[in-house]
Nanobody, 125 residues
Framework: QVQLVESGGGLEQTGGSLKLSCAAS????????MGWFRQAPGKEREFVAA????????NYASAVKGRFTISRSNAKNTVSLQMNSLQPEDTAVYYC??????????????????WGQGTQVTVSS
């Protein structure tokens, strides 16, 4: 059982930046593909970004490509999401997730086995 704890959410203005972090309890952390998802009020949970076990491959939703960057540290059991050029439509609860599939290409939340509790990101216009 992997426990995931997100941090770093908050309130930011349009065009600003935030960095989310997720700490994982399980070892070996490196055996999991890690992903970030988000869910806005009244909407379904959607894929944001994912990174494979060694960080060699990443995948991004088209809405965030070029603005967000996912990275991981297997030494620290953490995965991060650097979010730049934030827009009001980025407002959502952001979730960290772990998948036993060794590919970042699966964007269905059902492909992920473990989830954090979420952290709120609010972007004001």
């Amino acid at each position: 059982q992997v426990q995931l704890v997100e941090s770093g959410g908050g309130l930011e203005q349009t065009g600003g930046s935030l960095k989310l972090s997720c700490a994982a309890s399980d070892s070996p952390f490196s055996s999991y593909t890690m992903g970030w998802f988000r869910q806005a009020p009244g909407k379904e949970r959607e894929f944001v970004a994912a990174i494979d076990w060694n960080g060699g491959n990443t995948n991004y939703a088209s809405a965030v490509k070029g603005r967000f960057t996912i990275s991981r540290s297997n030494a620290k059991n953490t995965v991060s999401l650097q979010m730049n050029s934030l827009q009001p439509e980025d407002t959502a609860v952001y979730y960290c997730a772990a998948s036993r599939w060794n590919t970042p290409l699966f964007i269905d939340p059902g492909s992920y086995d473990y989830w954090g509790q979420g952290t709120q990101v609010t972007v004001s216009s």
